[in-house]
DNA sequence: CCCCTTGTTGACTGTTCGGTCAAGAGCGCC
DNA sequence: GGCGCTCTTGACCGAACAGTCAACAAGGGG
């Protein structure tokens, strides 16, 4: 119980949250769980909305190492979005396994619901998705350099395409509770490849 | 003021609901900005859920008129699964302007909140996210026949992908919002079409 | 005219919420 | 040893929360 009482409660706040939602989280909930009194965690940080963005970069975090793995792996761009998708499902599938529910996206469900509570969080928000996206869309370019792709898709619209995409199937994952659903987003991620009519 | 108290309930709810979420809407803010008591809303509601279970089926009850009115045109398949989608996106534009916030989906957003409830709620939501695949995979098997779309594509598949492409649109339109990012989903529904590789 | 049903009221319960605060513990540095 | 910094404690605040209740209004049918 050294200096990793931050970290901890993000940790733990991460959890609570995927198994619901932001707001059904309370901040007692997650003292609680954490082991630490609720002034401890006004310690290090401001408010609640600010533990809800301090969690948001944590998953940040954890998607930009899936990615950076993915992505720097030495294949082809769309075998690269391919080890992606297939992380992101496994990613899912094992948060249903720790927290006992199907999460939706970690990034894109809180995002949702933190923008909603102004412009700064709004942008804080955006400026990952972008960066997310950005990853999709320097793949797309480079398939397209390499006649992989048709070179009239536009990199930047089907890069939001896809992550929509995943999005949705996450989503939808939560619903039903039926983390298989990301697993099989990969055929979908590629037939949005296709150039559209 | 007549018999109308229970619609008013059901309405007043959505939006707010809209504006935010479900659990960051108060049984209080909803009696006053429908001009009621709380003992009223509880004579017609056993429960903050089931109201949200109403609301639901309120939704559903919207989305279905706006499904039978596209797919019921006189027009090719693919044609009409483009008009639900033109619709789909001026609705969350029309919901954007009256309440002030881009919502997401009506549907799914409300599904996989109150999914995570129960397995009751979980049912009562997935129940209606199938009837709406449904739409989507009649047209697609109509459209096959047609020759219109490639057969090796399976229609019930593909109806979910472009469920979960549309539900991720409308997450990622709350995010930034910016309700122009589903009124574009046409190209990538229509992507979805193509033949996975 | 009374009764019964449907709906409405407004005050009430107990709980939980996010957030504050003064006091102190532990600890390294001068 | 004493100072200052980081972190923790636990009690406390007022507001908001979901849900309850007995009383009462309205009105149509017998």
């Known amino acids: 119980m050294a200096g990793d009482t931050r970290e901890r409660l993000v940790r733990v706040a991460r959890d609570l949250i995927h198994g619901s939602s932001f707001a059904q989280v309370s901040v007692e909930d997650i003292c609680k769980e954490a082991g630490v009194h609720r002034g401890s965690l006004y310690h290090f940080f401001p408010s609640k909305e600010r533990l809800g963005l301090a969690v948001l970069d944590a998953n940040w975090a954890m998607m930009a190492a899936l990615l950076d793995e993915a992505f720097g792996a030495e294949a082809p761009p769309l075998e690269r979005i391919d080890r992606f998708v297939r992380g992101f499902g496994g990613m899912i599938a094992l948060m249903r396994e720790r927290t006992g529910s199907t999460p ?3 990034i894109g469900g809180l995002s949702a619901e933190l923008s909603a509570k102004g412009d700064e969080p709004r942008a804080h928000a955006t400026r990952i998705l972008d960066a997310w996206a950005a990853y999709f869309s320097d793949a797309i370019r480079e398939a397209e350099a390499r006649g992989e792709v048709d070179p009239t898709v536009d990199p930047h619209e089907t890069a939001l395409r896809i992550l929509a995409y995943l999005q949705g199937t996450a989503l939808l994952a939560k619903a ?6 990301v697993e099989h987003a990969r055929d979908g991620v590629r037939a949005l490849l296709a150039p559209s009519r």
């Open 104 to 106: 939706e996206c970690p």
């Open 176 to 181: 039903y509770d039926r983390p298989e659903i």
